[in-house]
Every structure is written in structure tokens, then in C-alpha cells.
DNA sequence: TCGACGGAGGAGGGAG
DNA sequence: CTCCCTCCTC
DNA sequence: GTCGA
């Protein structure tokens, strides 16, 4: 869902405190209306400190970075970044593959014992992953996602989220939240798996066990988020998955038909019923946005999150959650002028 | 000078 | 088996 | 790396 720099609360593409840290920079650098002419001006930018002055200073002097110079010379650095590109790879798994040998795609493809399936599946599709998903196809995914999950169940309620709500002409991949009336935040269904039949013990039991008896031994959340999935994946919609809990599944999709030849990112997560508007409102983003709106809530003394909106007590303790019937709902509680989707692209 | 910086779901593997 | 840790994603 | 306590 990715689509610009800014989307959901998400900008964190990459590594540790040095990314987010010049990354604001680097956005703060690129929003100032005037043409910076020292270290000294840049550093009173917030997040602009002493290095980062610096390192203006000996731009503006030499015309690069020695640092820079070093990194880009730097084999390891170039090969993690190259590895980084696969799904399930991160710098602990890059660093352990160069010091097995690895270091390109290529080689990566004839070592394919060294991966999970999650990394399998993101080698395969690494280069269909880091293309855009065009609008038009976005809503195509949508139609065909919102027509399958009410064909299954009519009660669910579905809201493709991130960029593409926002009205964006591309995105990196589709992010749908569902949610359903049997599944609330109250619920005496907190994640912990019950035994399904409480009588039967022992060796009895170790068939039951087995690893694809999805739906059995569930809680009402996996069962929910199960159906949606195994009905997806039942017209061939939903190609592949790269994890699935109770609450979250992130795997790989195709639409039929011969134009859609690219297989797309899709997660879909299972919401309580009673967080439902909160949800989608804070995975619409953008996250400026959603900071912009946190910021307001507090002022207003209430606290927002994914969760909830909740009034602050005097001590700054939250209460309970205020009800909420529809994402505009929020707005007016919190005594913000409601702006659609599209006019949160800050 | 020192801690926080967003944080939770899921995979996978080790300890008990 | 559960618990807990690291890694990864978003 | 930067900010604020």
C-alpha cells in the first residue's frame, strides 16, 4: 500500500533509527520552500542535528560525501541491499547468506534449501513485487474481493484501505480489512486455543492434530479470516500465502484473465467488529494524517489509535472506548471537519 | 548525558 | 506441549 | 542521528 513515501503508519521501509531518522530529514530538507545554502540554516530544521549539518557543509564544499563514496563501494552493503530486495529477507538473513557465499538473485536461485517458504515465495516474485499496481487493476481487485467475501457470507464488511482509498493512481499492494458481527473486541475469544473436545486426550487426539485441520481446533477469528481466505483462493483468485494467523494473512493474488499477468501483494486483516471504523481509519492514512489527527484528539482530550477512540481522564489515564458508528463518527467527536479519503494525502 | 524513537502478528526454532 | 526469543513485515 | 528530559 506504499505508495508515495507516505501511506498508512508505515515509512519504515528499510533498517534501525539511522533510516527514520534521514528519512525525516530528508523530508524536512525537501519541503523547505527555500534553497539551503549552509549547515548552519539547515540545522535550524527540525531533525536537522550536528551531523547532518555537517554533511550539508562538506556537500556544498566538495560536491559529495566521503562516507557516501565508502558505502557505495562497499560490496556487503551493495549485496544486502540486492538480497533485501527478496520478501522474508531481511539484514540478519543477508548477512548469513554473504557469509555463506551468497550474494546476488542469481545465486540466491540455485541455493533454494537456504530459504523458508515465505523467502521461497518471495524470490520467485521478487520482480512482479516491486512492480505498482495500477489504479484501474486495484478497483478490479476490489470488485472481485468485495463480490466473493459477501457471496460467502453477507455479514462480513470489507474496506480495501491504505493508498488506494486515498485515490491514488498506484499502489504497492492491496490492504483489505474485514470484519464480521461475530467477532468482537469483548470477546471470551482472546487468541488462546482451546481444546476442541475437551473429554478427548491422549494419542486419540494426534490425527485431529494435523497441521491442515484448519478450522477445527480454531478460534472464531481464524475461522472467520479462514473462510475469507479459503474461499479466495477457491476460484484461484488468492495464488499463494506467505503467513496466516488468526487475525492476519498476507500471501499473493492474481486476477483471472489475460491482461492481469502480474501476481500482487494482498493482506487481509480480520478486525473486532467494535474497532472496525477506527481500523479503517487508521489504515487509510496517510500517516502525516494520522499524526496530524492523534495531535487533535489530544488537544480534545481523547486518544486515538487502531483501536479506539478513548477521552482522557484528568489523571491522563484512558477510559473506555467511545462507540463508534462510521469513520465520520470520529471526526465529529474530536470536532475535526471531516475530509474524505482523498484529502488525506498529506 | 541518556533513553525513546510504533509496535504487534506471524514464522521458526530453542528451552523447559 | 507451552513459553519465549529473534527476525521480518507493514 | 536527533530530540527532549
Known amino acids: ?101 551468497v550474494r546476488t538473485l542469481e545465486e540466491l536461485r540455485a541455493r533454494p534449501e537456504l530459504l523458508n517458504r515465505h523467502q521461497t515465495l518471495g524470490l520467485r516474485y521478487v520482480t512482479e513485487f ?7 487493476e486495484a478497483a478490479a481487485i476490489e470488485r472481485h474481493v468485495l463480490h466473493r467475501v459477501a457471496e460467502l457470507d453477507g455479514r462480513y464488511r470489507a474496506t480495501v484501505c491504505g493508498s488506494y482509498r486515498r485515490g491514488a493512481e498506484s499502489s504497492g499492494d492491496v490492504d483489505l480489512l474485514i470484519t464480521h458481527p461475530d467477532y ?9 486455543r482451546r481444546t476442541v473436545d475437551g473429554a478427548e486426550t491422549g494419542r486419540g487426539r494426534s ?25 479466495l483462493s477457491q476460484d484461484g483468485f488468492v495464488t499463494d500465502t506467505l503467513s496466516q494467523g488468526d487475525s492476519k494473512f498476507m500471501g499473493v493474488c492474481r ?3 489475460a491482461q492481469y499477468t502480474t501476481h500482487r501483494r494482498l493482506d487481509i486483516r480480520l478486525v473486532p467488529h467494535d474497532q472496525y471504523h477506527c481500523a479503517v481509519l487508521y489504515f487509510t492514512g496517510s500517516d502525516e494524517f494520522n499524526r496530524q489527527m492523534r495531535a487533535h484528539a489530544l488537544e480534545q482530550g481523547f486518544t486515538l489509535n487502531e483501536y479506539g477512540l478513548r477521552p482522557l481522564g484528568t489523571t491522563g489515564v484512558a477510559g473506555e472506548p467511545v462507540p463508534v458508528g462510521s469513520e465520520r463518527e470520529v471526526f465529529e467527536y474530536l470536532q475535526y471537519p471531516y475530509r474524505p479519503p482523498e484529502q488525506r494525502n498529506l
Request: with cysteine; proline share 3%; glycine share 12%.
Open 184 to 192: 468482537t473486541s469483548d470477546g471470551a475469544e482472546t487468541g488462546r
Open 255 to 257: 486476477l483471472p484473465g
Open 1 to 101: 500500500m506504499c505508495a508515495d513515501s507516505s501511506s498508512t503508519p508505515s515509512t519504515f521501509s528499510s533498517d534501525s533509527k539511522f533510516s527514520s531518522t534521514s528519512r525525516k530529514a530528508a523530508s524536512v530538507l525537501s519541503h523547505h520552500p527555500e534553497r539551503i545554502t549552509s549547515g548552519e540554516q539547515a540545522r535550524q530544521l527540525a531533525g536537522i542535528g550536528r551531523k547532518i549539518a555537517d554533511k550539508i557543509d562538506e556537500f556544498l564544499q566538495t560536491g559529495h560525501l566521503r562516507k557516501l563514496d565508502k558505502i557505495r563501494a562497499s560490496d556487503v552493503a551493495v549485496a544486502t541491499a540486492e538480497l533485501s530486495r527478496v520478501s522474508g529477507i531481511g539484514p540478519a538473513k543477508a548477512r548469513q547468506l554473504i557469509d555463506g557465499g
Open 130 to 136: 516491486e512492480s505498482r499496481i495500477p489504479r484501474q
Open 207 to 231: 490425527a485431529a492434530g494435523s497441521a491442515t485441520a484448519r478450522g477445527s481446533g480454531r478460534s472464531a477469528g481464524g475461522r472467520l479470516l479462514g473462510a475469507v481466505v479459503d474461499h
